[in-house]
T-cell receptor
Framework: QKEVEQNSGPLSVPEGAIASLNCTYS??????FFWYRQYSGKSPELIMS????GDKEDGRFTAQLNKASQYVSLLIRDSQPSDSATYLC????????????FGAGTILRVKS | GAVVSQHPSRVICKSGTSVKIECRSL??????MFWYRQFPKKSLMLMAT?????????EQGVEKDKFLINHASLTLSTLTVTSAHPEDSSFYIC??????????FGPGTRLTVL
């Protein structure tokens, strides 16, 4: 059973702070990792993808991947109330073709 | 880039009728499209994977005769919910992927069966 685990939250952070979202996965063969944001009542929106160990930055977002420890994280700097959403971690495996395994998501609330 | 559309965005139908939902990749060719269902405050549930020109692969527990999927071209996939019942009411979301496994999601279709 391929599993992707996320803390359901809610994670509450004050406006301007750094929000740290974490995700662990069970299969060491996992090769691709994605973070999606989903606002209430809307569909998921791709934020970032990461494939290699280390950090990948895009604007206020930084994805961190550690394959040895089997975790991937998303940091959101200078959090804004508009960042309040559910963040989904997704993991891809070669044996799954193009399928992704999604975590249940972490609810983030940014308070102004 | 990587825009996926869905139509309709919202549909209300009577029990026993069939509903067709279209998913289109607007600016890229999607070799694979996925159909998900999401109930309120629940996570995404993959229903099926479809590759252009091939039969869809359904996830365990999803009735292929009830949820008909057609992926006739590299930019269009359709999901038909046949003989819909109130328990089929849900948020249906498609996603599309070209090379690699990055998935781009459509805006979703909210189905209400009366």
């Amino acid at each position: 059973q391929k599993e992707v685990e996320q803390n359901s939250g809610p994670l509450s952070v004050p406006e301007g702070a750094i929000a740290s979202l974490n995700c662990t996965y069970s299969d060491r063969g996992s090769q691709s990792f994605f973070w999606y944001r989903q606002y209430s009542g809307k569909s998921p929106e791709l934020i970032m993808s990461i494939y290699s160990n280390g950090d990948k930055e895009d604007g206020r977002f930084t994805a961190q991947l550690n394959k040895a420890s089997q975790y991937v994280s998303l940091l959101i700097r200078d959090s804004q109330p508009s960042d309040s959403a559910t963040y989904l971690c997704a993991v891809g495996l070669m044996e799954y073709g193009n399928k992704l395994v999604f975590g249940a998501g972490t609810i983030l609330r940014v308070k102004s | 880039g990587a825009v996926v559309s869905q139509h309709p965005s919202r549909v209300i139908c009577k029990s026993g009728t069939s509903v067709k939902i279209e998913c289109r990749s607007l600016d890229f060719q999607a070799t694979t499209m996925f159909w998900y269902r999401q109930f309120p405050k629940k996570s995404l549930m993959l229903m099926a994977t479809s590759n252009e020109g091939s039969k869809a692969t359904y996830e365990q527990g999803v009735e292929k005769d009830k949820f008909l999927i057609n992926h006739a071209s590299l930019t269009l996939s359709t999901l038909t919910v046949t003989s819909a019942h109130p328990e089929d009411s849900s948020f249906y979301i498609c996603s599309a992927s070209s090379s690699g496994n990055t998935q781009y999601f459509g805006p979703g279709t909210r189905l209400t069966v009366l």
